[in-house]
């Protein structure tokens, strides 16, 4: 299976027009500003948590972290954790912490969350802030900053 690095790697320059390629540098260029970040955010299905996390992404050179996204990812490209992911899934199980946050370990070593890290709905429990506070505390890293989307029904 093909993994992050290798599909970036498969792009050529010549796929990407001169205009392209120059407002990309431009925005990684300014990227440079801006200090690492680790941002949580809540909110129910539909509250806009997605649209906003590729938002930020976008502008501070993030990488957004939605573990439903990261369990399929894993399971596409058959890792060892995805394999693991998938058994417990088509049994119509959820997901264990553990996992979950192994998973997520995994991800947030990557190139791709090198600038930090938005995280789409996660942590939902209290377990998995815990967790999530320990793995980043390994890291000398903690949250910055969490938002709450809280919409009308």
């Given at each position: 299976m093909m993994d992050f690095e290798q599909k970036v790697n498969s792009y050529k320059l010549k796929d990407f027009s001169d205009e392209a390629i120059k407002q990309e540098f431009i925005r990684r260029s300014k990227c440079e500003?801006?200090?690492e970040?680790?941002?949580v955010l809540f909110g129910p299905p539909g509250s806009g948590k997605g649209t906003q996390a590729a938002k930020l992404e976008y502008e501070l050179c993030s990488c957004h972290i939605s573990t439903g996204d990261l369990l399929r990812e894993q399971i596409?490209?058959?890792t060892a954790l995805g394999v693991k992911a998938k058994t417990i899934m088509e049994k119509g199980d959820l997901v264990p912490d553990d996992l979950v946050i192994d998973i997520i370990k995994a991800k947030i070593q990557t190139a791709e969350c090198e600038?930090?890290?938005i995280f789409d709905g996660f942590p939902r429990t209290v377990n998995q802030a815990k967790k999530l506070d320990?793995?980043?505390k390994e890291r000398n890293e903690k949250v910055d900053s969490v938002f709450n989307f809280n919409i009308e029904q």
């Open positions: 500003q801006y200090p970040k680790r941002i596409r490209y058959g600038k930090g890290v320990e793995m980043l």
